[in-house]
């Protein structure tokens, strides 16, 4: 079987953006992993940046619509491979190169620089001899078997299901399955996949690869990209979708609704499903709980299958934490009068945590990160600002650090992909953020997390905690310092670790390596916090303005 996205005629339609797409999409049945798109400008001559057995690839891809390709292709490349410190470089073009081009490549081969050409005969022969699906590592586990099943039952049955899996068990990987079982049975279906924001669109797209046949075309639909077909697999934002919907007709047999805790009870994705009454409709969610209070099974039915992420790490599914929250600056004379006086949420957080010091937290880091095997960290931060000046902190305090970075949706999208390929390299060993860590980013090889953010979303810890939770080869636990300044967070830790607890006492099995530890800096202040907030009803997701009953404190000295 043919992948005919890598034909002559399909690349020719493609044009300049279609060719690097397609080569995206050929390298993950080839074996690479980390393969990220950089093509824009300030590329500094590369395409795509791709990892293989540790190796860095880099691909250069010049379409031609007629003749061939020139020297400048590969000036442009030896260029790149010298500015990313590439192991292995390669040429693409749907065509040929010409003679000068070709003599450029031999010269530099006289002198050991080797650049790998493929084009257009070579795409052809690529997509015939390739494997039809991406290689996994990792069959699919029981509970992923079983959502994917359930998922697909209540679908039959009763037209829509919900799946709520916590980030790190692998919804996308069972929303795929269901789409894997879906073409299977019907090879013509429209499948369409749909999420909020551009950058999570196109990540989808990439894990969908993951789970079709590569005669299955997929088609990306944003504003900025509009795909000459609709055929397939499409993955778009709602707002493109949409269009497609009203204007054009465009009707799936089955749509997926990723990150589901944005559908509302109206709003676009509420009118994209209401336009598609005779699709199957499933929506996948790490998060259910929405501000507005709408419950999403309104819309989906009850959940098909659930995970969180106690059960699921008491399970050995993801990584064990060593979570340690820092409580020692807390001003404990504000905890004696908090009853008597009535504060509210707000008020409370400004009167108790009192200011903590830059130095003080970059000493704490540096003893976590010496006692964490081959460290990989990220710091959530409160700014953009605070993230930049985090970043130059670090990598002013320790060697070790010197190229920790910045990461935040103040750069530009070819900078943050660039950083996300050192990060998985190792070349960037820290990164600060705000935000762009939330959600759809996978970075499995995270085993050190400090939040220095005010965050009392539940939504937003459960997903940044997630970044970290996923199992990787050679990780024994996350490691989380919680530099905590507000009570909800206080609350929110406590209640994981008393589900936490009760899930670990059900899996008795469970090796004791695995088991994870929540704790307070200073135990005593600890056992005084889960004490004193144990009765305060409701309290992980109350608004700022909410006016806190507690316990008596006398005791407290």
């Given at each position: ?195 909020h924001m551009r950058e ?95 419950d999403i099974t309104a ?15 008491a399970a050995g599914y ?240």
């Amino acid at each position: 079987m043919s992948a005919g996205f890598l034909t002559a005629g399909e690349l020719l339609r493609g044009g300049p953006a279609g060719l690097p797409h397609a080569v995206e999409r050929a390298l993950w049945h080839l074996g690479f992993s980390d393969v990220r798109m950089i093509d824009g400008a300030g590329d500094h001559g590369a395409d795509l940046l791709a990892v293989r057995d540790r190796e860095q690839w880099i691909f250069q891809c010049k379409w031609k619509a007629s003749g061939r390709v020139d020297r400048v292709g590969v000036d442009d490349l030896e260029r790149a491979r010298a500015r990313y410190r590439a192991d292995k470089s390669v040429l693409v073009t749907n065509t040929d190169i010409n003679q000068a081009a070709a003599e450029r490549r031999q010269a530099l081969k006289g002198v050991g620089i080797d650049i790998a050409l493929w084009h257009g005969a070579t795409l052809a022969e690529i997509g015939r001899v390739m494997p039809d699906t991406v290689h996994s590592p990792y069959a699919l586990r029981p509970y992923q078997i079983q959502a994917a099943e359930a998922l697909i039952l209540d679908l039959e049955r009763r037209g829509t299901a919900l799946l709520e899996l916590a980030t790190g068990l692998g919804k996308t990987v069972i929303g795929g399955e269901v789409i894997r079982r879906h073409l299977a049975a019907d090879p013509n279906a429209r499948i369409l996949v749909v999420a909020h924001m551009r950058e999570l669109v196109a990540q989808l797209e990439k894990a969908i690869w993951r789970h079709i046949p590569k005669a299955v075309s997929t088609r990306l639909l944003t504003g900025d990209s509009k795909p000459c077909g609709l055929d397939g697999v499409v993955v778009g934002t709602v707002e493109s979708v949409l269009a497609q919907v009203r204007h054009n007709g465009y009707r799936p047999d089955l749509i997926m609704i990723d990150e589901t805790h944005h559908v509302a009870e109206t709003g676009r994705f509420a009118e994209l499903l209401d336009l598609c009454p005779s699709a199957r409709q499933f929506g996948v969610t790490a998060t259910p709980w929405r501000g507005d209070k709408f419950d999403i099974t309104a819309r989906f039915g009850e959940p098909s299958f659930k995970m969180g992420i106690a059960e699921g790490m008491a399970a050995g599914y993801l990584a064990a934490v060593d979570y340690r929250i820092y409580v020692d600056n807390i001003d404990w004379d504000v905890v004696r009068s908090v009853s008597s006086h009535g504060y509210s949420i707000k008020d409370l957080n400004r009167s108790l945590f009192l200011p903590q010091r830059d130095e003080e937290i970059v000493e704490h880091f540096r003893d976590a990160w010496r006692s964490t095997p081959d460290p990989r960290a990220i710091v959530f931060c409160q700014t953009k600002n605070h993230a930049e000046h985090i970043a130059r902190l670090l990598s002013a305090s320790d060697s070790a650090w010197a190229n920790a970075s910045y990461l935040h949706s103040g750069l530009a999208p070819l900078r943050r992909q660039i950083l996300l390929n050192e990060f998985r390299l190792g070349r960037v060993p820290v990164i600060t953020c705000v935000d762009v860590f939330n959600e759809g980013v996978d970075v499995p090889d995270v085993n050190l997390i400090a939040f220095l953010r005010v965050t009392h979303s539940r939504r937003i810890f459960v997903q940044q905690l997630g970044r970290g939770l996923r199992l990787s080869p050679g990780k024994d636990a996350l490691r989380v310092l919680d530099f905590v300044t507000d009570i909800r967070r206080v609350a929110a830790t406590l209640d994981l670790r008393r589900t936490l607890e009760a899930e670990e006492a059900e899996h008795l099995e469970l090796h004791s390596s695995h088991a994870s530890r929540i704790e307070f800096s200073d135990k005593t202040i600890g056992t005084l916090m889960d004490h004193w907030i144990r009765d305060a009803a409701d309290l992980e997701t109350s608004s700022d303005e909410v006016q806190l009953q507690f316990p008596d404190t006398q005791g407290i000295q």
